[in-house]
């Protein structure tokens, strides 16, 4: 008999049926689940359910065993009824959705409806945890594990447990299934139908039921910028009951300040938080590297920043706010600015109107956006204090002021001596407006002269009287003739005086010129030579030649010139000219546009060459205070950051992770350079009668950043704020004395092993 229909999972491999249902989405899964037992036992596999779990930032808390069936599905199913789960109207305030407008009726059913679906949803997941607790063994933590430690040795809930939880799973997904299906479609302006969208979660974790948001914020929180002159009077003038954090502006990254935020607010939420940092009208510099402005707020990562900043504060229903001490109300860039971080966040975002002027008085202008009749700068500061220290700027102010004004002569000399080297570009340009000038003036004196020939003469015009004779006749003995005759001498003899003198200042000029490059060539140009031909060498033969080549060329140039000058003035007469030596010399002109177009690049690779001389003696200081350290200058290595240690030792790995003992070996500080790790042996030594102690180093080992592996360790009862450097031929584990210096030493080094896989 021939078989025309057979179910394909029990006639392919295994492996292609698994890769058909990979593409099915998880509510299609679970309908296939239901179709035969074949389907169900292949679409409940983990290698299916991981992917999709993975995605959405949901790991497994445990290790499944070997035999265990469908333990990623179920977490999946688990974590999906622990969402807060948003009706339309909410929806539409967070997100903006426009939906279809409804009676005032059905809004109040709509509500008291999602009231009550909602408390019974938090109540059986408040009795699932209740039942959680209970039949947790004592040992068992219960925060989620490592996921670097695969430990087989958990404990697992009994079957009758894990039964009623799974009952409790099920009503919850039956409740919100309920809820979906209680609340009517929408239609939006596209025509479409929307359900309820889940809402998102903040980096802290789904919302539960007892963190829940209350409405009775009072809690006020500022950040301030350390990059602020004087920040420490402005910390002075915050008032009491407002938390305040000061921050680095160099070395942090957004997600440091994001964690520093989050543990001073204690996972509560503020009424209000301001960032007191610098900037203009346009953009927001919150920190090095970062300077938010309408180009790149909706930038993945800095978009990311202010939506988990935002939740960090009340709504704007609740008279939540962030205020931003830059002045981004005075110009339409920084209006725009607000509005975005207002509708990413849903908070309402204010700034001050006034034009920044250097000395911050445009936080004490009107603020844009604000609702109280409090400013928001008496919020956080008291405002005799803050008046104090803004006196103090405008008083800092006014004495750079007073500096620029004294050193400005000191300054005067440098445009003269920039405008004496490129004189003979100018002079080529300006000879021939000259001799067209001169021969204006000449013209101009005749004309004068006649005009006062015929302002002598008392008698009518010569062709009045001679009407027949058009063109009347001098003779040699006329006054006129004479006086026309000394006024042509005089005229020659000041145009000779004046081509002497010209001639003259301009071989000066250019003899001064020559001297300048003369100068340079000798001082810079002749000792880097001799270091480079001695292999002592300051700079390398490639900038020697991007710096120094063209003005050699410059001075080749202009010594050819001044020797024409100085030839030709030698024998100087009334009968000479420079014409053609200018002719000559501006033929060759395309020597100073080389030269005025690799400006810039000399500029650079002069500030590289300082940049890179100050990094060489940081790396020499290293190299000398560590005993058997090799040699550290390398192209392009700088240093990022220094972190003192405790190594630990693992006494027995075999025993469960939460009961693993350590022991401390030794000390070692980690030097964090931008291509490498260097680790060294710390010992501290202390003098008698001094209070001051002394820190020796010990080389250990050196590693290359992109073979480095970083692995956490989770706090357990016997460990804090420890974690695990590898690499091919080491291992070192390593604790900080502050969770705050391991959060911020691993987000450093994460960031540089990412920067150093990129390139």
């Known amino acids: 008999m021939k078989v025309s229909k057979v179910d394909f999972s029990t006639v392919l491999p295994r492996f292609i049926s698994l890769y058909i249902f990979s593409f099915l989405s998880p509510k299609d899964l679970c309908a296939a689940a239901q179709v035969s037992w074949p389907w169900k036992f292949l679409t409940e596999q983990d290698c299916i359910w991981m992917p999709k779990c993975i995605k959405l930032g949901w790991f497994l808390p445990y290790t499944p065993t070997d035999h265990e069936y469908g333990a990623w599905k179920h977490h999946y199913i688990a974590c999906v009824c622990n969402l807060d789960w948003l009706t339309p109207r909410e929806a539409a305030a967070v997100y903006g959705t426009l939906n279809e407008p409804k009676t005032d009726d059905e809004e109040l059913q709509e509500r008291h409806r999602e009231k009550c679906l909602r408390k019974i949803i938090w109540g059986e997941i408040a009795l699932r945890k209740k039942e959680l607790f209970r039949a947790r063994p004592p040992w068992v933590s219960g925060t989620r594990c490592s996921r670097l430690f695969k430990s087989r040795c958990q404990p697992r809930l009994p079957q009758t447990v894990r039964d009623r939880v799974g009952l409790h799973g099920a009503l919850e997904k039956q409740l919100v299934l309920a809820s979906l299906e209680a609340l009517p479609k929408r239609s939006n302006v596209f025509g479409r139908h929307t359900y309820p969208s889940l809402s998102k979660k903040s980096w802290r974790g789904v919302l539960k039921n007892d963190d829940s948001p209350s409405h009775g914020f009072q809690t006020h929180f500022i950040l301030i910028s350390s990059r602020i002159p004087a920040h420490e009077m402005v910390v002075d003038s915050v008032k009491a009951g407002v938390i305040s954090v000061v921050y680095e502006h160099s070395g942090m990254t957004l997600e440091s300040l ?366 000398r205070i560590i005993w058997g350290c090799p040699i550290l200058s390398e192209v392009n290595r700088y240093l990022i950051r220094v972190q003192d240690v405790a190594q630990l030792h693992c006494c027995d790995e075999e025993i469960s992770f939460y009961l693993r003992l350590y022991e401390h070996t030794r000390d070692l500080s980690l030097f964090l350079f931008n291509d490498a790790l260097l680790v060294a042996s710390r010992s501290t030594s202390h003098t008698p009668f001094e209070r001051t102690s002394k820190s020796t180093y010990q080389f250990i080992a050196s590693v290359a950043l992109h073979r480095l592996l970083v692995e956490d360790i989770p706090d357990s009862k016997y460990i804090k704020n420890a974690f695990i450097l590898q690499d091919p031929k080491h291992e070192w584990i390593c604790a900080t004395e502050a969770e705050d210096d391991k959060f911020l030493w691993l987000s450093v080094l994460l960031n540089a092993i990412k920067s150093t896989m990129e390139k």
């Open 258 to 623: 994001l964690y520093l935020t989050d543990k001073a607010l204690g996972r509560q939420k503020a009424q209000s938080m301001g960032i007191f940092t610098d900037g203009d009208s346009r953009e927001i510099n919150l920190l090095q590297g970062y300077k938010i402005g309408i180009k790149n707020v909706l930038r993945p990562d800095v978009r990311d920043f202010w939506e988990k900043l935002g939740s960090f504060v009340a709504p704007k229903e609740e008279g939540g706010h962030v205020d931003l001490f830059v002045p981004l109300g005075a110009s339409e860039a920084g209006i725009e600015v607000l509005s975005q971080l207002s509708q990413l966040t849903g908070t309402l975002f204010t700034a001050p109107t006034g034009i920044a002027t250097g000395s911050y008085q445009h936080i004490l202008s009107d603020w844009l956006g604000q609702q109280h009749e409090r400013a928001p700068p008496s919020i956080y500061f008291s405002e005799s204090k803050l008046q104090m220290w803004s006196s103090l700027m405008d008083f800092l102010e006014d004495t750079l002021i007073s500096v620029r004004k004294q050193f400005r002569p000191l300054f005067k000399e440098l445009p003269k001596n920039a405008s004496g080297r490129i004189i003979g570009q100018f002079m080529s340009d300006t000879m021939s407006v000259t001799n067209i000038l001169n021969n204006q003036e000449i013209a101009q004196a005749l004309t004068d002269g006649l005009a006062a020939l015929s302002k002598e003469n008392p008698e009518r015009d010569v062709l009045e009287d001679n009407p027949q004779d058009t063109k009347p006749s001098l003779g040699k003995n006329d006054p006129n003739v004479e006086v026309l005759v000394q006024l042509e001498r005089k005229l020659q003899k000041d145009w000779a005086t004046k081509r002497t003198r010209v001639a003259g200042e301009l071989l000066q000029s250019e003899r001064k010129y020559v001297q300048m490059l003369e100068i340079l060539r000798d001082v810079y140009v002749a000792p880097l030579r001799a270091a480079l031909s001695s292999n002592r060498a300051i700079l390398s033969a490639a900038n020697l030649q991007i710096i120094f080549s063209d003005i050699l060329q410059v001075l080749s140039l202009n010594r050819q010139f001044l020797d024409n000058l100085r030839d030709r003035l030698q024998e100087w007469g009334p009968a000479h000219c420079v014409g053609e030596i200018f002719l000559k010399f501006g033929s060759q002109l395309n020597t100073y546009t080389n030269f005025f177009n690799n400006y810039p690049v000399v500029l650079k690779t002069i500030e590289k060459m300082k940049q890179n001389i100050n990094m060489k003696d940081q790396l020499s200081d290293i190299q």
